[in-house]
């Protein structure tokens, strides 16, 4: 059974930093990404990662605070955040697929992505 677990999350002042993990039970998939959901809002694309680890992709609006990384050997994706701002509020959730894709932007589609964690919520105050 295929199982993703996020961790890491937590309140932070803005500013600060938090790095989130993600556990996956295998580690055959060919992409992981990370995606966030605010109250209120649909699910955003925030960053992704390809099992080589070498091609990383990220949303603007994360570009330059946050870093996306992978450990094979612990079957583990990071998503590390800085210079946190409230608007990064959100639960932040792991996926992954096994197929691979081509074309533009298809590592920012939920669509893309069979496997989902649970989330881990993100908050950051003023």
Do not use: H
């Not at 059974?1 to 999350?9: I, R, T």
């Not at 390809?50 to 990071?78: F, L, P, Q």
């Amino acid at each position: 059974q295929v199982q993703l677990v996020e961790s890491g999350g937590g309140l932070v002042q803005a500013g600060g930093s938090l790095r989130l993990s993600c556990a996956a039970s295998v580690r055959t998939f060919t992409i992981m990404g990370w995606f966030r959901q605010a109250p209120g809002k649909e699910r955003e694309f925030v960053a992704a990662i390809t099992r080589s680890g070498g091609d990383r992709y990220y949303a603007d609006s994360v570009k330059g605070r946050g870093t996306i990384s992978r450990d094979n050997a612990k079957n583990t994706v990071y998503l590390q955040m800085s210079t946190l701002k409230p608007e990064d509020t959100a639960v932040y959730y792991c996926a992954a697929t096994y197929t691979r894709y081509s074309g533009d932007d298809y590592y920012s589609l939920p669509a893309t992505y069979e496997y989902w964690g649970q989330g881990t919520q993100v908050t950051v105050s003023p």
